[in-house]
């Protein structure tokens, strides 16, 4: 799994300003089993308590590589890796067909790479340090279920991809192997021999487009507890596709992430006051909540979503300003001049009826009356043809 170390987390330490008991919980629970890390939960109650910090001394040397977020090898972390899954994968038999399916939440549009990624790009422009720590937090988790997910596929493959690379079976059973009915995993299977592709189940490769970050926390935070949502239900359906229970479990407890992730994203949008409407500017009160019946014929259904107290249900008119309806722009002098020469230039002819290619090519007979003749014979050319 992965794991941030968080600078802001490291300054907020002993020395600076008072750690909360739960606080110091769960930093030590955040740290990985790597020697450094081990070594900075082992010095950091002694110097809470003060018994321990004279300059030079071990604790406070990591101390200082700490605050600088750096191992005990003196080199840069931001990322950590911890060599374990969050979450057990363990798969009982080998389905390409199901990886497949499984690369839907690996570099789909309700993918992991696509969730880490739009908390991610969140992260960096966000100065809320409630919402700035969640999100890194759960941007940090996605990239873990990415790991969980992208190993159930390789798990999945992982049959296929030694028949392959061995050439162990002969072609035509091979071939079959790997494209089995619904399979279409000859694309990850052969071209990318057996590595997890940033491809969604269908072969479309992962885009940033999927990330629709637009830096306002109540329009970000909506959009994400409906990509939560959408993960969720990508999830389920997965599950629904596979009775391999150690497929299914890690599924299970990816889905319920999902949930648990919508819920934080929804406190976090309802802790701000007012969040709806988004932005600063009002709406327009006249329309603000108005319900415009714009379609016609039977079938208009009236509920919540367009009846009093909350909407006024209007039928459908135009120049709802009271205006014309008619689109007006103040042009210069020169401009009009130059529109006026060019629709003086592109002027249709309304009394022209001008030749076409399809007439010419068909007798000079419209296209409709040649067809109406139905099939011609073939006219035999006059000269014998020279090849
Ligand atoms: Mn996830
Ligand atoms: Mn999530």
Same mark, same amino acid.
């Given at each position: 799994?992965?794991? %941030? ?7 907020? $330490?002993?020395?600076? &300003?008072?750690?909360? *008991?739960?606080?110091? +919980?769960? =930093? ?124 159930? %596929? ?7 991809? $030694?028949?392959?690379? &061995?050439?162990?079976? *002969?072609?035509?059973? +091979?071939? =079959? ?137 209007? &039928? ?72």
């Amino acid at each position: 799994m992965v794991q %941030v170390i968080r600078r802001a987390y490291l300054l907020g $330490g002993f020395g600076r &300003e008072e750690r909360s *008991d739960e606080q110091r +919980l769960v =930093r030590r629970q955040s740290l990985g089993t790597n020697a450094a890390e081990k070594e900075l939960a082992e010095v950091r109650p002694r110097n809470r308590e003060g018994e321990a910090g004279a300059p030079g001394s071990a604790c406070m040397e990591a101390r200082r590589r700490e605050c600088n977020n750096l191992t005990s090898k003196g080199t840069p972390i931001m990322f950590s890796h911890n060599k374990r899954l969050q979450y057990t994968v363990r798969v009982n038999e080998c389905n390409p067909g199901l990886a497949n399916l499984m690369l839907e939440q690996f570099g789909g549009p309700q993918g992991e790479l696509a969730a880490a990624l739009r908390y991610f790009s969140q992260y960096l422009a966000e100065d809320d340090p409630g919402r700035k720590d969640m999100l890194i937090d759960i941007a940090t988790e996605e990239l873990s279920h990415l790991e969980v997910i992208g190993t159930i %596929v390789a798990m999945l493959n992982k049959g296929a991809k $030694g028949r392959i690379a &061995e050439g162990a079976d *002969d072609q035509a059973e +091979l071939y =079959r192997a790997i494209t089995g009915a619904g399979n279409d995993s000859h694309l990850t299977q052969v071209l990318y021999g057996g590595g997890v592709a940033f491809t969604n189940s269908a072969g479309v490769p992962w885009t940033a487009a999927y990330v629709d970050t637009i830096g306002d926390p109540t329009c970000d935070l909506r959009s994400n507890i409906a990509a939560e949502a959408r993960a969720k239900m990508t999830y389920e359906r997965l599950m629904n596709c596979t009775s391999d229970p150690g497929v299914r479990e890690a599924l299970g407890f990816l889905m319920t992430r999902e949930v648990s992730h919508q819920q934080s994203f929804e406190k976090a949008l309802y802790s701000i006051q007012p969040s709806f409407p988004p932005g600063k500017l009002p709406p327009m009160k006249e329309f603000e909540n108005v319900y415009f019946n714009m379609s016609t014929g039977d079938g208009d259904a009236r509920g919540p979503w367009n009846r009093e107290p909350t909407f006024a249900f209007r &039928e459908a008119q135009p120049a709802v300003d009271g205006g014309d309806g008619l689109p007006q722009v103040k042009v210069s002098p020169d401009e009009a001049a130059l529109l006026r020469d060019a629709a003086a230039r592109l002027k249709s002819d309304s009394a022209s009826d001008p030749m076409t290619g399809a007439m010419l090519g068909s007798d000079g007979n419209a296209v409709g009356a040649k067809a109406r003749k139905g099939p011609q014979k073939p006219t035999q050319p006059d000269t014998p043809s020279r090849h």
